[in-house]
């Protein structure tokens, strides 16, 4: 037994060896711990799923049924999907070489670091709403898929983009298969379908399809990758590909109960947010505490209340004056309502306090009195009170201190 265990813990050592110091890998010990934590998922979307079928068999045509259940099927999907996300970036690392298993590259950690903190959060909503008829969420819908990590203009490695696609496909299954379990229940009733629901079953239609072409451009894409015959850009079209394609599986797992997310320019209303007037903003003063509402939800995480964070966090309100001004208020509800309607989408945060999202936009908007084009990136710079916006913003892998 002794020189069983003695062998076992050199195979343990020169395997650690190979993955942090040959490959520069990081222990997966966290994310792991993080996916043993959601075995609840499946439990809890059974449950919802036995509700909607004793609506429908009570009588209540499916359309009023999934309404009845919008908010807890939109949040289980979205935790689920997150969930199959990870799972499949640790797959596919773990196929490419099995000596790392147990390991990850930086990025893909953090990248899926990223996704596990927002999966006990789609939870507590989701159970929250199961329980409650009342329910109305306190933020915006649809749900955007990340935050979404990227270390400057360095590639992902290619087995990043197998898991990207192994997710996508899968969550792919899922939004056709479930888009069909609607239309089935529709095309099943002896009543007359409103013409709204047979509108919203085609766009749900259209949008998949949308959603495949993007999964095909970004696989097409990654085969190259693998391969060795793309260049940097090429590279860099695969990822985003596969993310679009990923977020628009992950909407469309929503939309089926919620058609309030695919009608273009409208937004979904959010209880507790209201949008308003221009002319209506005023000065705000605010206490340091404050900052972290306008911080990005993995730096509230990963940040608040440790002694770098508190501590970037008072210098910047000190910097401000302790004032919100009203033009950020402004941004802040605009930016809010653009999310809401699709017109852009959280990728990042910025590594200096106040460590706020940075989003991308799908087409050109007005925000704030700025117009940023489509396709770029723009965040609050608080230290200017302005807009700050680009095709690309540099990345890093770390927070930082405000050198400004």
């Known amino acids: 037994m002794q020189a069983k265990s003695f062998l076992g813990e050199q195979r343990g050592a020169v395997r650690h060896f190979y993955a942090t110091v040959i490959r520069g890998e990081v222990s997966d010990a966290n994310i792991q711990g993080y996916l043993r934590a959601t075995s609840q998922i499946e439990e809890i979307w059974q449950q919802i799923d036995d509700r909607l079928a004793a609506l429908i068999a009570q009588g209540v045509t499916p359309w009023e049924a999934y309404a009845q259940l919008r908010y807890p099927l939109a949040f289980i999907r979205a935790a689920r999907t997150l969930q199959v996300f990870v799972k499949e970036l640790l797959a596919a690392d773990a196929t490419f070489d099995p000596q790392t298993e147990g390991y990850l590259p930086h990025i893909t950690y953090d990248q899926a670091n990223a996704l596990c903190q927002q999966i006990q959060p789609a939870l507590h909503y989701t159970l929250a709403a199961l329980n409650d008829p009342a329910f109305v969420p306190d933020i915006p819908m649809p749900l955007v898929l990340g935050p979404r990590v990227e270390y400057g203009e360095q590639p992902c490695p290619v087995t990043h983009l197998q898991g990207m696609i192994g997710a996508a496909r899968e969550v792919r299954e899922w939004a056709a298969g479930l888009i069909a379990q609607y ?222």
């Open 183 to 404: 239309t089935n229940a529709v095309n099943g009733v002896t009543v007359a379908v409103p013409e709204e629901i047979s509108t919203h079953i085609k766009a749900l239609q259209g949008r998949l399809a949308q959603a495949d072409s993007q999964l095909r451009f970004g696989t097409d894409f990654a085969g190259q990758v693998s391969q060795g015959q793309a260049t940097p850009e090429m590279h860099m079209q695969a990822e985003n590909s596969l993310w679009d394609a990923l977020q628009s599986y992950f909407l469309l797992n929503q939309a089926v109960a919620l058609p309030e997310v695919l009608r273009p320019g409208q937004p979904f209303p959010a209880v507790n947010h209201q949008v308003t007037a221009p002319g209506f903003y005023q000065d705000m003063r605010i206490s340091p505490d404050d900052l972290w509402r306008v911080a990005a939800p993995t730096a509230r995480s990963e940040l608040r209340g440790t002694e770098f964070g508190t501590s970037e966090m008072r210098e910047m309100w000190q910097k401000m004056g302790g004032i919100l001004t009203a033009r950020v208020q402004q941004y802040l509800n605009e930016v809010e309502a653009a999310v809401a309607r699709g017109d852009a989408y959280p990728i990042a945060a910025m590594a200096n306090c106040p460590f706020e999202p940075i989003y991308r936009t799908r087409r050109p908007l007005d925000i704030a009195g700025m117009t940023v084009p489509a396709d770029d990136e723009f965040h609050w710079n608080f230290h200017h009170d302005d807009i700050e916006f680009t095709r690309r913003f540099g990345r890093t892998g770390s927070w930082q201190e405000c050198t400004e």
